[in-house]
């Protein structure tokens, strides 16, 4: 890696937005927790820029995470941001109180300094997203204000040796020259060259791939989504004959869906594929589950076992390559004292300790929007790299209670009916998922001159970047009516279907 930024986490709800920003600007980032060592960050010698995160805890806390002694000593350009500004103000000699008011929503920003390189193209005034309870009073040392809001003195500081502190959020659209801001810090004060796109991951991918994996063999778990095509595709790359390509069947796909994928990348990567049906054994190693946690732990170990089998008879294997990406990562570890896990990731924990192979994977710190650019440079065919994301745990997830063979088989039904109606509509360009839960809820229904008493299925439908966050899509009423009327009359068990209009944050993209 020739150049990148690194990102100390603490906290905030924004940080993937920041870690997002920063790339669009074709600058590579890491985000890392705040009591990270230097010497824990690989190629620190690449690194030329240091941003610290906001976050949820005022610095006077007892337990609040401080900024490591080594940012402040190893002469690289640091902007803190909200929380980091504070940190950064407190540690080094000023002060921060709490604010008479919590400061929430859009502030205007005035500019008292506009000869600084921070403020290239930003006009004097403009208007900046603000989220804080605590304010700065008093700078430290060599520090002096560049920028204030109506309630904020102290919105935009300078040590005047690269080091800036700024209360609002410019990585959130609501901030109107954030953009602008965030990239004038990275071209105007850290210097980056903006080099880093698709190609050049590939490139240093596969150096990397070659060193980790050296003359051992490699097995993959294709499933039929985007992470394992691109996974394997890169690996079938980088080290050829060495790639093993196993294909489990958990029974926990879509409907027909074991038959698709062994067609598809058969012909795509002309990788021989080693296929294994599992699906009896996952369904009785499912029976009586009703925690999801538990489900996913459940899956993941069973899939490793499945694994650690085939690759016996393979003989020789060493590695096991997962499409685990940044989002998956970000939302599986705590970086931040206690801050709650989201839940665990079925690639990320829900393997077990004892796990025979060792990891590799290559696309851990991309987003899913830049694992499909290096899917297509990598020359997969758009049809398969353009499918809607599907959880590792498959319709496990989306059958809420216990698992059983009749409801895999209503929700299969129900799950190519959503499919099928969504393709056709006017909206699927804007859709990153659409996909079916069967509730563990029945109602009455009326069917003929019969009382049913059948299973709820919801629809859950949203539009998203990179699943970090996402908005429930404004699906017409036609489609949605055709949907339901189909699952209805078309599937057996089912008598009502709902919609989930629930966005990310609060609820998760799936329901489980």
Sequence with gaps: MEEKLVILDYGSQYTHLIARRVREQNVYSEVHPPEIAM???VDFDSVKGIILSGGPMSVYDEEAPTVPSWVFECGLPILGICYGMQAIVHQLGGKVEPGEAREYGLASLIIEDSTETIFSQIPSQSSVWMSHGDKVVKLPP???????????EYCVISSGNQMYGIQFHPEVNHTSYGETFITNFLVQVCKFSQNWDSGRFIESSMVSLKEQLGASKVVC????????????????????????CIFVNNGLLRLDEENEV???FKDVLNVDINYL????????????????????????YEFIKCFEEETDKLGGVEFLAQGTLYPDVIESVSTVGKAAVIKTHHNVGGLPENMQLKLVEPLRYLFKDEVRKVGLELGLPPNIIHRQPFPGPGLAIRIIGEITKEKLDILKLCDRIVTDELAKSDCYEEIWQGFAVLTDSHTVGVMGDFRTYGYVCALRIVSSEDAMTANWVKVPYEVLETISSRIVNEVSGVNRVVYDITNKPPGTIEWE
């Design 39 to 41: 010497e824990d960050i």
């Design 142 to 152: 060599q520090f002096k204000s560049l920028a204030q809001t109506d309630n904020t």
């Design 221 to 244: 778990a294709l499933s039929g989504g985007v992470d394992s095509a691109v996974t394997a595709a890169l690996l079938h790359h980088a080290v050829g004959d060495q790639l093993k």
């Design 262 to 264: 062994r067609e598809i």
């Design 277 to 300: 049906d599992a699906s009896k054994r996952f369904i009785d190693k499912l029976q009586g589950i009703v925690d999801p946690e538990i489900k996913r732990k459940t899956i993941g």
